[in-house]
T-cell receptor
């Protein structure tokens, strides 16, 4: 069990560019979550996958954001036409369905939009 | 509405002092889960404890202990004999069962920044 991994760890981009982040969950976990955290705040829920199905999206997730989880394994989060307000830490978590549903987090991807 | 309140923004203690971090929650659900996570300066959220709403037994793990009081909707966290390595931001979080369906998204407090000074 290698834990949740996220890549890249840091990303600096210019406003208007597209960025894509990747999350590899713990292998036997079928639930995957994306959160966003800004400085001094707690994480905010963005979206949730159960296997390959995206079951819920937050109102925070504008049309510029899209997430996928092909084959129910890794997930990607893409932000198109980035804005300075997108600068944040993007966190991925995974959990097992049923029983112990504790979410385990990856190290996050820190995005800075210039 | 679901809500988690951590009224203490920052706490500073001297090593070996005991410190309690407060967490108060609001939920419409009768079955829910409460969590504490630690976020050190590196940024990764580290799971500390999960508590079910129907289990009010307090828990101790080494220097850490948790006091769950359903009557006051509180889930406080105490660190005994604090150490410098305990310095971090600590988050309390809530996830619901009935109303959430299959989505166990976490509702977070704003966190308490703990500084343990030598």
């Amino acid at each position: 069990d290698t834990g949740v991994s996220q890549n890249p760890r840091h990303k600096i981009t210019k406003r208007g560019q597209n960025v894509t982040f990747r999350c590899d969950p713990i292998s036997e976990h079928n639930r995957l979550y994306w959160y966003r955290q800004t400085l001094g705040q707690g994480p905010e829920f963005l979206t949730y996958f159960q296997n390959e199905a995206q079951l819920e999206k937050s109102r925070l997730l504008s049309d510029r954001f899209s997430a996928e989880r092909p084959k129910g394994s890794f997930s990607t989060l893409e932000i198109q036409r980035t804005e300075q307000g997108d600068s944040a830490m993007y966190l991925c978590a995974s959990s097992e369905m049923g029983g112990r549903e504790t979410q385990y987090f990856g190290p996050g991807t820190r995005l800075l939009v210039l | 509405a679901q809500k988690v309140t951590q009224a203490q923004t920052e706490i500073s203690v001297v090593e070996k002092e005991d410190v309690t971090l407060d967490c108060v929650y609001e939920t419409r659900d009768t079955t829910y889960y409460l969590f504490w996570y630690k976020q050190p300066p590196s940024g990764e959220l580290v799971f500390l404890i999960r508590r079910n709403s129907f289990d009010e037994q307090n828990e101790i793990s080494g220097r850490y202990s948790w006091n769950f009081q359903k009557s006051t909707s509180s889930f406080n966290f105490t660190i005994t004999a604090s150490q410098v390595v305990d310095s971090a931001v600590y988050f309390c979080a809530l996830s619901e069962s009935l109303w959430a369906g299959n989505n166990r998204k976490l509702i977070w407090g704003l966190g308490t920044s703990l500084a343990v000074n030598p």
